[in-house]
Structure formats: C-alpha cells, structure tokens
C-alpha cells in the first residue's frame, strides 16, 4: 500500500493499467509471433508507464494458451523497466490450506507481483495464506460488475448484504493482518458510496 500511495503521489494519477492480451483480438503480425502476447502486453506496459498508477495482467488470458513463462516475462519487464508501478495479479483466487499457499507462492514468487486478486467467499482462512506475504498486497473481490453479482451479494444476513459484511470484515479484521484492497464495480456507484463509507481511505479497485 505504500508503494501504490508513492506512486498515485508521484506520478499523480489512479489509472490502473489491465493487460488482457485476447488472442482473437490481436492482428496476425502480434498473434503469430512465438512470444507475441508478452511482445504485445510490454507495447502497451511502455506507452502508458508514465500514465498508470499500478498495472493489472490477467493469469485467465496467458493460461489458457499457455503462456505463463510470456506473463513472467511481462512482470519481469515491469519491474526491470517502470520499477516505482505495482504488478496486480488478477487471478481470482480462493481455495484453503496448502493450495491456498500455493496460489499465494505462485503469485508473489512466481510472478514477483505486488498484489493479487481473492475471492473471499471460503472465508478468513482462505485469505490467510496471502496475507502473510510480507509487503504483498490482497485484493478482496467485494461487490463486482458482472450483472449477476447481486445473486450472493446482495442477499442480507441480519438485514445487511453479504457485499457490505465482505467490506466490514477487510476494514476491522483482514486489515489488521496485512495490506487489502478491494475490488468494487463503479456500475454500482451508490454501493461504492456505501463500501467507501465502511472502509475509509482503503484502496478500491
């Protein structure tokens, strides 16, 4: 969280930066290059470097077609060329125990990020993993933009939606135990207000 307020006061700016290299939205030139979506993804990292305030590759568009050594390439370009802008992976993760561990070692080691996406909805337990990353950041999916979200998370227990017991608990418990963040989708602007309202001056992404 430190390195990401030095960088919005640096560089003055809240643009994260998503690296989604979809390969049927690529030219041909790009797509049929051995190592043409890392080649794509660091175009991109160096035009908006002085623009961003953290940028976010997403694991989903280098698995599936099996460029994750291109995505530790990217990383690896990241930090060697734009050292001061934080790598978010967004991964989505949520699992316990051991894979948990794994997921976390995978991304903070594997790909040297600073941040990785979670899915909280297995509980504390599930997020531990990740928290004990010293200097590394957790970034809890609260209330997403996807038009299905509010299937879960709106539904209330005790009269509030599960988004907002989401929220509450990053503020007063996972807080405490390392740096979170939380992902909130400005489609819902009066639930931003309220997750806003909850967690004071934590980061939302």
């Not at 989505?92 to 794994?102: N, S």
């Not at 309202?197 to 992404?205: E, K, Q």
């Amino acid at each position: 969280l430190d390195r990401l307020n030095e960088r919005w006061q640096a560089a003055n700016t809240l643009l994260c930066v998503g690296l989604d290299p979809d390969l049927d939205r690529l030219p041909p030139a790009v797509r049929d290059q051995p190592a043409g979506v890392a080649k794509f993804c660091i175009d991109i990292v160096d035009a908006t470097a002085e623009f961003a305030c953290a940028f976010k590759p997403q694991i989903a568009y280098f698995a599936a077609i099996g460029a994750e050594r291109q995505l530790e390439t990217v990383c690896g370009h990241i930090r060697d060329r734009h050292p001061t802008v934080p790598i978010i992976l967004d991964a989505k993760r949520g699992d316990i125990g051991d894979t948990a561990r794994l997921y976390a070692r995978e991304a903070f080691e594997r790909y040297g990020a600073d941040a990785v996406t979670v899915n909280p909805y297995l509980g504390t337990d599930s997020l531990e993993p990740f928290l004990q990353w010293e200097g590394r950041g957790v970034v809890v999916l609260c209330r997403t933009s996807n038009a299905g979200s509010g299937e879960f998370q709106l539904r209330e227990t005790d009269g509030v939606p599960l988004y907002e017991h989401v929220a509450r608990r990053a503020a007063q418990d996972w807080a405490r135990k390392g740096d979170v963040a939380l992902v909130v989708g400005a489609t819902y602007p009066a639930e931003l207000a309220r997750v806003r309202a909850i967690v004071g001056d934590m980061p939302i992404l």
